[in-house]
């Protein structure tokens, strides 16, 4: 089984429960998990910043990478939205065919 999670930070729940949403609505993830709370420190524009930010982990496959990412990027308020994809190397058999069957694998 060839599969991913994706991780994604979005300025609030809100917009996060949304993307999400609708990226398991159109089965380009089988779960995602949001983790409110993040504070991530950053350069951006020449200055250091920080912000509150709420982590997604998308679960999805390789094949349906691709896809998943193109739609998160067109939905994602940032100008540079964070999109990495990090393979799955130990997966238990029932909940890697859960995520083949839920994306369309």
């Not at 983790?35 to 390789?62: C, D, M, N």
Request: proline share 5%; hydrophobic share 45%; charged share 20%.
């Amino acid at each position: 089984m060839d599969l991913l999670l994706v991780i994604s930070t979005f300025p609030d729940e809100e917009k996060a429960r949304q993307i999400g949403t609708l990226l398991v609505e159109k089965q380009l993830a089988a779960c995602v998990n949001l983790l409110p709370g993040v504070t991530s420190i950053y350069r951006w524009q020449g200055k250091v910043e920080s912000a509150g930010e709420v982590l997604a982990i998308f679960k999805t496959t390789a094949a349906g990478f691709p896809a998943l990412r193109d739609e998160l990027l067109s939905l994602h308020p940032y100008d540079v939205p964070e999109v990495v994809g990090l393979r799955m190397e130990d997966v238990s058999g029932a909940y890697g065919r859960w995520i083949m069957a839920e994306v369309g694998a």
